[in-house]
């Protein structure tokens, strides 16, 4: 199934026989459009994350259209079924699709903040309620449990993605309306569209947050310059912050934040959108 091999093989045995037959040229598009499609739905998709392991019970999981019945899962543990509990599929074509256990790209990365147990769905991983650390959880891309969860320390709280924590800085950001402008972000490269580098994304993150002010581009400043500074002397036994210097070769400008990412036009009238509302509440 990597390959659209098949279906050119299939289509070429079939248009012969669709072709002696009286056809309006509207079907005959819709045919073409079929074989196009196709090809480039399984161009786009990455082979399967992992084997599938032995079923160690008859029902490892329960339906996650809520009816109450057995589900095998057809991804495994750290990735979720594009839209498991929907008739629909919406997520096609949004997100880099892997091969599934029965050979379609229907498969996702779970995201930072979520967990992935293994039945095709994602949980958002809850809220800390521990006094002094209350607020977002945090958890790296393919978390696959409650446990892959955690707090961050008093003082900081989860980043937008919440894929790390960061010093403080949601009294001075509009999260929502920075989070949104985030995601509205495309890479260089067109042909990965919204699926930004961890370069790529910082450099977003900063743009987006020197739109809503410079007390928010100064909040996150500090995380940028965290995330691409490498921890040097250091004294024997300690090591550095987890994060410090991760994309140390990043050529992001954490001084003034230069729009380095491609932009879609939604995004000023989205920032515009939210200044206004924020303006409206006051």
Not at 40 to 66: I, N, V, W
Not at 148 to 169: H, I, Q
Not at 258 to 282: D, N
């Amino acid at each position: 199934f990597g390959s659209s091999s098949w279906w050119l093989e299939g289509f070429g045995r079939w248009l012969p026989i669709l072709c002696q037959r009286p056809m309006s040229r509207g079907l005959l598009a819709s045919a073409g459009l079929v074989l196009f499609g196709g090809t480039q739905l399984f161009r786009h998709a990455s082979g399967a994350p992992e084997p599938r392991p032995t079923l160690q019970s008859s029902c490892p999981c329960e339906d996650p259209r809520g009816t109450g019945q057995c589900y095998v899962p057809v991804c495994p543990p750290g990735y979720f079924k594009c839209c498991a509990s929907c008739k629909e599929a919406p997520c096609y074509g949004t997100e880099k699709m892997y091969l599934s256990w029965r050979g379609l790209p229907e498969c996702i990365e779970c995201a930072p903040g979520d967990y992935c147990s293994g039945c095709d769905t994602f949980a958002r991983c809850p809220d800390s309620t521990q006094p002094n650390r209350a607020g977002p959880r945090i958890s790296a891309a393919k978390s696959v449990s409650l446990g892959d969860c955690e707090s961050c320390p008093t003082g900081l709280e989860a980043s937008f993605d919440r894929s790390a924590c960061m010093v403080k800085y949601t009294d001075v950001c509009n999260v929502d309306v920075v989070s949104r402008c985030i995601r509205s972000c495309k890479a260089d490269n067109p042909s990965r569209g919204k699926q930004l580098t961890a370069c790529e994304r910082m450099k977003c993150t900063m743009y987006c947050a020197k739109q809503w002010g410079e007390e928010c581009l100064s909040a996150v400043r500090e995380y940028c310059l965290f995330s691409t500074t490498l921890a040097t002397n250091l004294q024997d036994g300690i090591e550095a912050e987890e994060g410090q210097g991760a994309i140390s070769d990043c050529d992001v400008d954490c001084s003034f934040a230069l729009p380095r990412v491609k932009r879609t036009t939604a995004v000023a009238s989205l920032l515009a959108l939210g200044l206004a509302l924020v303006a409206k509440a006051v």
